[in-house]
């Protein structure tokens, strides 16, 4: 069984700071790998992903992820952060094999950037 | 083009009672998942349905079940509920479900049992 493990549960942080949330999977086979976004009030949004090629990939907003196989990770970066980050950050992966339709999240990073 | 529309958007029960929940998703998209969305345990995949069939399936019990209709929407009913049932209820659509398709969530149900 696929399973994702976020590192933090809440982040707080300063406008322009950098952000790193790390992002672990555990599952043998190859994987599809997202993290979405929930900002206060809003549905959950794709931010990012990740199926093949280059494993550092890019995303809205100027989010980036990296794809690092041999440490099942997939962290989520941003050089500098702005106040409107503020949101909930959730990993998922889905294996290749299966389908999008039955993704496993992780319980999610809460950001908090103070202004 | 239409989000995914979930609806109601909050529901108040009792133990023991029923309910029904609704998804329509985008337009063309094939696949609905449901997903429960507790502080506690994060997201938990309930169910899949692609072109009226249940694909996919959670570890969630046999009080849970949906369905989903010619034109891709998708109910889910959770009978006999429980105190724990207490949770956001996320649905999610994508074109064919394909693995590299994200998913596209609804605003979800609150539901919240007394």
């Known amino acids: 069984a696929q399973s994702v493990s976020q590192h933090n549960h809440h982040v707080i942080l300063s406008e322009a700071a950098s952000l790193e949330l790390g992002c672990n999977y555990s599952?043998?086979?190859?994987?599809?790998l997202f993290w979405y976004v929930q900002y206060p009030g809003q549905h959950l949004q794709l931010l990012l992903k990740?199926?093949?090629?280059?494993?550092l990939v890019k995303g809205i907003k100027g989010f980036e992820a990296e794809f690092i196989k041999s440490k099942f990770s997939f962290n989520l970066r941003k050089p500098s952060v702005q106040w409107s980050d503020t949101a909930e950050y959730f990993c998922?992966?889905?294996?290749?094999?299966?389908?999008?339709?039955?993704?496993?999240f992780g319980d999610g990073t809460t950001l908090t950037v103070k202004p | 083009k239409a989000g995914v529309t979930q609806t109601p958007r909050y529901l108040i029960k009792t133990r023991g009672q029923q309910v029904t929940l609704s998804c329509s998703p985008i337009?063309?998209?094939?696949?609905v998942s449901w997903y429960q969305q507790t502080p506690g345990q994060g997201l938990q995949f309930l169910f899949e349905?692609?072109?009226?069939?249940?694909?996919n399936k959670g570890n969630f019990p046999g009080r849970f079940s949906g369905r989903q209709f010619s034109n891709s929407r998708s109910e889910m009913n959770v009978s006999t509920l429980e105190l724990g049932d207490s949770a956001l209820y996320l649905c999610?659509?994508?074109?064919?479900?394909?693995?590299?398709?994200?998913?596209?969530f609804g605003d979800g149900t609150r539901l919240s049992i007394l």
């Open positions: 999610a659509s994508s074109l064919q479900g394909a693995g590299n398709q994200p998913q596209h």
């Open positions: 599952y043998g086979g190859t994987v599809n």
């Open positions: 990740y199926f093949s090629g280059d494993p």
């Open positions: 998922a992966v889905n294996a290749k094999v299966t389908n999008a339709g039955k993704s496993t």
């Open positions: 337009s063309g998209h094939r696949s």
């Open positions: 349905y692609f072109s009226e069939t249940q694909r």
